[in-house]
């Protein structure tokens, strides 16, 4: 039965991806895939030929209705991110949505996703927490935050190395300098870094170390009295 599968890919190592997603990436009709050159390192890596396809935020909206008519005709698609689930913080929600809607069958195989290592290793609470993904580059930013100021769960959040310490030092304002925090960058790569501490001293370590890759912010929720 033709179905949207979601694959989530390695976030860094080429070797964290399952038996099933290869199995599955090789048997589908089409990779719709975030960014063809980044899908083809890892298809090329595992030998695997099944056509590609651009899907990203730029076209979705207009490719939504051709990809379900093409699965509603008997076309099994495998949707890919550049890294990790599709859908988090990632292209893919609209084209669930979309297929839900129409009553064609999607499936999303358990795998990558960077958030759950970067909360694990950080040694904050993770019995509880919300992930708020990526903040507004401008305009809702500070409303974001301002409305985390008393949440009580641990906090997760991506954000891009250029914007990262001024993301620290807005977090610092609305949350207070001394607030527990890890910043994961690089996860499962060569160049992995967890570095811990509080909000001020992580943005001062990182102002006078600008980093590089992909970065998690994890920061401790608002203790309760």
């Given at each position: 039965m033709s179905k949207l599968i979601l694959v989530p890919t390695p976030i860094g190592n080429l070797k964290d991806i399952t038996f099933r997603a290869l199995e599955v990436l090789g048997n589908a009709d089409?990779?719709?895939?975030?960014?063809?050159?980044?899908a083809s390192k890892l298809l090329n890596h595992y030998n695997i030929r099944t056509p590609l396809q651009s899907h990203h935020m730029f076209n979705e909206h207009k490719s939504v209705e051709t990809v379900c008519a093409k699965i509603?005709?008997?076309?099994?698609?495998?949707?890919?991110?550049?890294?990790g689930t599709p859908g988090i913080s990632d292209p893919g929600f609209l084209l669930v949505r979309t297929c839900l809607e129409k009553g064609l069958e999607v499936e999303t195989l358990p795998g990558p996703t960077a958030l759950?290592?970067?909360?694990v290793n950080s040694g904050l609470p993770c019995d509880r927490f919300c992930f708020e993904g990526f903040l507004p580059q401008k305009k809702g930013r500070n409303k974001r935050l301002s409305g985390l100021v008393d949440e009580a769960r641990t906090m997760v959040f991506y954000e891009s190395p250029y914007r990262l310490v001024k993301a620290l030092n807005e977090m610092a304002e609305h949350f207070g300098p001394d607030r527990e925090a890890c910043v994961s960058r690089e996860l499962s790569k060569i160049y992995e870094e967890n570095v811990r501490g509080s909000l001020a001293f992580l943005a001062e370590y990182y102002n006078e170390k600008p980093p590089k890759g992909e970065i998690v912010i994890v920061v401790a929720g608002k203790k309760e009295k």
């Open positions: 089409l990779i719709l895939a975030e960014d063809t050159r980044q509603a005709g008997g076309i099994t698609i495998a949707l890919i991110s550049d890294a759950i290592p970067a909360i």
